[in-house]
């Protein structure tokens, strides 16, 4: 990562707009923090991806402190062709003011691991397909020569007259994350490897979180109403699953049994923390008390899961599993983790 920030910090010299892609769901904890002060020097868009898996209303607090600050911020979804589209298009209305002087631009697109960098660039190559014939679009943009910077860049071509080329770059993090809780929401997200903090230990973190929130109580709603004669999930035809099942698949629907089964299991999981929480009397905002409570979500989420009683560390490991892929895949809902700045602060 280290080699990789310096090329980062190479190129950038050479850019003429950055796109600066941070997960929706942490807008302050997804910046590398190493390259800000390089990154707020240039024209530069932060771009808040996975904003179907982001709460919305939080979300528009969030693009609202960035545009406070004069930073140009929009939030996107890097599947979404169109939304991708609208990022370009407000990528050219920043590049309007060079254009008469500048024959080829250059849009360099950065950012930590697993915000979904390589799911834009993808799909800016859709765009950029349908836009220019073949040659054109898959010409590579000559820059350089720097030290340690490859001559020949490979770039989609977005735009024509004056040529405009969107730079890939690889995702680095700082070399060391001294905020504890910043390193816990990367991890959480993705941008960090479970296995360098541990499932079981982000699975607490997160539960932390939704309890000192109180976010369970919201679900209430999802409970009451229903018809007492509806079919309880367990009544359903189960088919056999594993945590694949859990994610999003693109290449085929799954069978009604398997949607009933699913949706069934993610109530039942929101039905035990929503009980575990209500139930509870002690202080959320107490170390011990919480840790208390989160124990009793464990044993409660291990019935909800269906997970079977084995060795404690075994099913406590698959617990949190299961629990953290419901999170990570928008099945508990929408969430964001950073809290919205009331006071000043940096980007």
């Given at each position: 990562m280290a080699a990789a920030t310096r090329a980062i910090r190479s190129r950038l010299k050479l850019s003429d707009l950055v796109i600066e892609v941070r997960d929706a769901r942490i807008p302050l904890s997804s910046a590398n923090e190493d390259l800000q002060p390089q990154l707020s020097a240039k024209r530069r868009i932060i771009?808040?991806?996975?904003?179907?898996l982001a709460n919305p209303n939080v979300l528009n607090k969030w693009t609202h402190h960035f545009e406070s600050k004069k930073q140009d911020c929009v939030a996107i979804n890097a599947h979404s062709r169109s939304s991708v589209k609208k990022l370009l298009d407000l990528v050219e209305f920043k590049l309007k003011e060079v254009i008469a002087r500048e024959p080829t631009l250059l849009v360099m697109v950065v950012g930590v691991p697993n915000v979904g960098k390589?799911?834009?660039?993808?799909?800016?190559?859709?765009?950029?397909?349908?836009?220019?014939?073949?040659?054109?679009?898959?010409?590579?943009a000559t820059v350089g020569p720097l030290p340690g910077v490859t001559q020949d860049i490979a770039g989609f071509k977005i735009a024509h007259r004056p040529s405009?080329?969107?730079?890939?770059?690889?995702?680095?993090?700082?070399?060391?994350?001294?905020?504890?809780?910043?390193?816990?929401?990367?991890?959480?997200?993705?941008?960090?490897?479970?296995?360098?903090v541990g499932e079981e230990r982000l699975a607490q973190y997160f539960l932390a979180i939704l309890n000192t929130r109180?976010?369970?109580?919201?679900?209430?709603?999802?409970?009451?109403?229903?018809?007492?004669?509806?079919?309880?999930?367990?009544?359903?035809?189960?088919?056999?699953?594993?945590?694949?099942?859990?994610?999003?698949?693109?290449?085929?629907?799954?069978?009604?049994?398997?949607?009933?089964?699913?949706?069934?299991?993610?109530?039942?999981?929101?039905?035990?923390?929503?009980?575990?929480?209500?139930?509870?009397?002690?202080?959320?905002?107490?170390?011990?008390?919480?840790?208390?409570?989160?124990?009793?979500?464990?044993?409660?989420?291990?019935?909800?899961?269906?997970?079977?009683?084995?060795?404690?560390?075994?099913?406590?490991?698959?617990?949190?599993?299961?629990?953290?892929?419901?999170?990570?895949?928008?099945?508990?809902?929408?969430?964001?983790?950073?809290?919205?700045?009331?006071?000043d602060m940096s980007l």
């Open positions: 771009a808040l991806n996975k904003k179907d390589s799911a834009l660039i993808n799909s800016v190559h859709q765009i950029a397909a349908t836009r220019f014939p073949v040659q054109d679009r898959l010409k590579r405009i080329y969107v730079l890939d770059s690889p995702g680095v993090l700082v070399p060391n994350i001294p905020d504890i809780e910043t390193g816990l929401k990367l991890a959480l997200s993705g941008s960090v490897k479970d296995s360098v109180g976010t369970p109580l919201h679900w209430k709603y999802l409970f009451e109403g229903r018809n007492e004669g509806s079919a309880h999930p367990d009544s359903i035809d189960k088919p056999s699953y594993n945590l694949k099942d859990l994610r999003h698949q693109r290449s085929k629907q799954p069978d009604s049994s398997a949607v009933h089964y699913v949706g069934g299991m993610i109530s039942e999981v929101q039905r035990s923390l929503y009980t575990t929480l209500s139930e509870f009397d002690g202080d959320t905002e107490d170390e011990n008390d919480l840790e208390c409570l989160i124990e009793q979500q464990f044993e409660a989420l291990q019935k909800a899961l269906k997970v079977s009683t084995r060795a404690s560390s075994e099913a406590r490991l698959m617990v949190s599993k299961k629990f953290l892929t419901l999170f990570r895949t928008g099945r508990l809902g929408p969430f964001i983790l950073d809290d919205v700045p009331e006071t």
